[in-house]
């Protein structure tokens, strides 16, 4: 089994930033790659970004230019630094992890609200 501990959501205006954490513990393996998603109230969860084991990343449009998500293959952690935050981008954010084996898992989801 993985254990998955999200931190560093919270309230921010616009323009401000947040660093999200994601350490995975547990039955770990190999990683495949490790992401961030998002869910806003009343819509579907979306990918934000992702990080593979051989270090690409991929991002959505929307946020490219203003996150950035790395990894600390010796803590097992994916962070994502949110830069220039707007109001769009207020959600529940969720990590995800996924093994070479292909099973995945999920954080529980930390709160991010972007308002003035």
């Known amino acids: 089994q993985v254990q998955l501990v999200e931190s560093g959501g919270g309230l921010v205006q616009p323009g401000g930033s947040l660093r999200l954490s994601c350490a995975a513990s547990g039955s770990i393996g190999s990683i495949y790659a490790m992401g961030w998603y998002r869910q806003a109230p009343g819509k579907q969860r979306e990918l934000v970004a992702q990080i593979f084991s051989g270090g690409t990343s991929t991002y959505r449009d929307s946020v490219k230019g203003r996150f950035t998500i790395s990894r600390d293959n010796a803590k097992n952690t994916v962070y994502l630094q949110m830069n220039s935050l707007k109001p769009e981008d207020t959600g529940v954010y969720y990590c995800?992890?996924?093994?070479?084996?292909?099973?995945?898992?999920w954080g529980q989801g930390t709160q991010v609200t972007v308002s003035s």
């Open positions: 995800k992890v996924v093994l070479t084996t292909f099973f995945a898992y």
